[in-house]
């Protein structure tokens, strides 16, 4: 039987450990280097990082007609009287927004998913953002959804189901060219690559 592993610091730096543990790409070894690094740092990182998290805690929320994240309600996307209120860009979650958003290519409302359909993972339609997507698909003046979901098995499953959520509609289906490699994810693509795939996309 393997001896329990002995704590090095105290209760609150293990908590912090911890916590930065289940980040993403952060296991428990990286997250004690990032926990000593802050505490450190501690008046330019650890302190500021600390009143910049309590301020997200308490207004940052879900935009409840695209599911992006912002101090605002609707969020600035949805606000913007600039944008394309013809056209909705379909993506898993906030990460591609942001990704398409930093490839500055189209100017279009966006519908976050909250993910993909996985029934190994127990995520069915419900689980999404489904409902509103086919709510807002019919409203008149949309005439194109394009479905930017990642280059996977769950998210072209997902972009499948979607096409038939949304069949009979007066609208345009659409989907990335397959500049988007099998396998590839928005939100790790270049700006080039997310360009080529948005303006080659192709009918569904």
């Known amino acids: 039987m ?10 609150e730096i293990e908590e912090l450990i911890a916590l930065l ?15 000593l690094h802050l505490i450190k740092k501690r008046e330019q990182l650890l302190l500021p990082l600390a009143r910049a998290m309590g301020l997200a805690a308490e207004k940052i929320a879900i935009c409840q007609e695209c599911g992006n994240i912002d101090t605002q309600q609707p969020c600035a996307i949805c606000q ?10 379909v993506v898993e979650e906030v990460g ?4 398409l958003e930093r490839a500055g290519i189209v100017s279009s409302r966006y519908h976050v998913l909250g993910g993909t359909l996985s029934p190994l993972d127990g995520r069915g339609p419900d689980d999404l953002s489904i409902a509103k997507l086919v709510e807002r698909a019919h409203a008149p003046e949309v005439r194109e959804i394009i479905l930017a ?6 998210g072209q499953s997902t972009a499948h189901y979607l096409a038939s959520e949304l ?3 007066p609208l345009k289906l659409t989907r990335l060219a397959r500049g988007v490699p099998i396998g590839g994810e928005l939100d790790y693509l270049d700006e080039g690559t997310l360009a080529a795939a948005i303006k080659l996309r192709q009918p569904l």
């Open 167 to 169: 069949e009979g509609l």
């Open 149 to 154: 979901l990642n280059a996977t098995v769950e």
């Open 96 to 99: 591609d927004l942001w990704a």
């Open 2 to 11: 393997a001896a329990p592993q002995k704590k090095t610091s105290g209760a």
């Open 21 to 35: 543990a289940r980040m993403p790409g952060l296991g428990p070894r990286s997250a004690r280097r990032a926990a």
């Open 80 to 89: 913007d009287l600039s944008r394309d209120p013809s056209l909705i860009c």
